[in-house]
């Protein structure tokens, strides 16, 4: 009977694995846009761009032969709701991974604010513009969690405290 299952496991596993269109390890693609030849795909993480770390990552590519370009220099600039340029940061590929080019950029206010990639490579120097919400986070980090955990915590040793000695007091009664 196992035998006769493992077909409907397989197919139910490849079913529900199904994803969408990602682009570098898993990211989904959140702008895809042409600039100066160049044919420029953007994926952000996490998907709910939020007040806090924001991982990047920029994939280059001709726009005439779709050949990955790999020794561009990428700098990203994000402009905040008062069009002052807030954070600059270089993105840079590996050797490993030629292909994308990765950066992080900590935001610290919620708004609408401009990511302006510039791309200096082979086939010149551009630049382009994407537009980003920054949503304030579902939950702030806070001094509320740490004691709301501790006190859990002590909820539950002394829980385990009190079994462990009631059912000690009730084995040496039995005994006795």
């Known amino acids: 009977m196992i ?15 199904w994803g969408s269109v990602s682009a570098n390890d898993g ?18 993480q996490p998907e709910v761009i939020a007040v806090g770390e924001v991982h990047f990552s920029i994939t280059v590519a001709e726009s005439d032969s779709m050949l990955p370009v790999t020794d561009a220099e990428i700098v ?14 270089r993105a840079l590929n590996t050797p490993n991974d030629p292909v994308h080019y990765m950066s992080n950029i ?13 791309i200096d490579g082979r086939l ?3 630049g ?29 040793l002394t829980g385990s405290l009190y079994l462990w000695r009631s059912s000690r007091n009730s084995l040496k009664s039995r005994n006795f």
């Open 3 to 17: 035998k006769k299952m493992w077909p409907w496991v397989v197919l139910l596993a490849v079913t529900f694995s």
């Open 128 to 156: 382009l513009d994407v537009p980003l919400l920054i949503k304030q986070p579902a939950l702030m980090p806070a001094s509320e969690g740490t004691i709301l955990f501790f006190g859990i915590l002590v909820v539950l």
């Open 106 to 118: 900590k935001f610290e206010s919620s708004g609408d604010w401009i990511l302006r990639i510039k």
């Open 76 to 89: 990203l600039l994000a402009i905040d709701q008062n069009k002052e340029p807030t954070y600059q940061v």
């Open 27 to 44: 990211l989904d693609i959140f702008f895809e846009g042409e600039s100066g030849g160049y044919h420029i795909t953007l994926s952000v």
């Open 124 to 126: 010149g120097d551009t």
